[in-house]
Nanobody, 120 residues
Framework: QVQLTASGGGSVQAGDSLTISCAYS????????MGWFRQPPGKDREFVAA????????YYSDSVKGRFTISKDNTKGTLHLLMNSLKPEDTAVYYC?????????????WGQGIQVTVSS
């Protein structure tokens, strides 16, 4: 079992930066690949970024590549998503997840969603 608790959402202006975090725990948590997904208003949940269990080999969706950075620190039990140059289209409920890779259905564990709102 892996427990995930997301934090750090909020409202920002276009062009701003924001970091959201996910505290994780559980017997296998340090050995799980992890990722971030988001669900824009009225749309399906979509992949944002993923990282291997060791904290290496990040992978990003085309829509955030070059602007977002995912990181995983097993010593602290934290997963972060640094979001730079935010755009209004980044507005969504963001979810952290563990135990999968790119495909949403591959993930076993999910944190609660947190709202990120970007105003123009």
């Amino acid at each position: 079992q892996v427990q995930l608790t997301a934090s750090g959402g909020g409202s920002v202006q276009a062009g701003d930066s924001l970091t959201i975090s996910c505290a994780y725990s559980g017997r296998t948590s340090s050995r799980e690949n992890m990722g971030w997904f988001r669900q824009p208003p009225g749309k399906d949940r979509e992949f944002v970024a993923a990282i291997q269990f060791s904290g290496s080999r990040p992978y990003y969706s085309d829509s955030v590549k070059g602007r977002f950075t995912i990181s995983k620190d097993n010593t602290k039990g934290t997963l972060h998503l640094l979001m730079n140059s935010l755009k209004p289209e980044d507005t969504a409920v963001y979810y952290c997840a563990a135990g999968g890779w790119i495909n949403r259905n591959s993930y076993q564990y999910w944190g609660q969603g947190i709202q990120v709102t970007v105003s123009s």
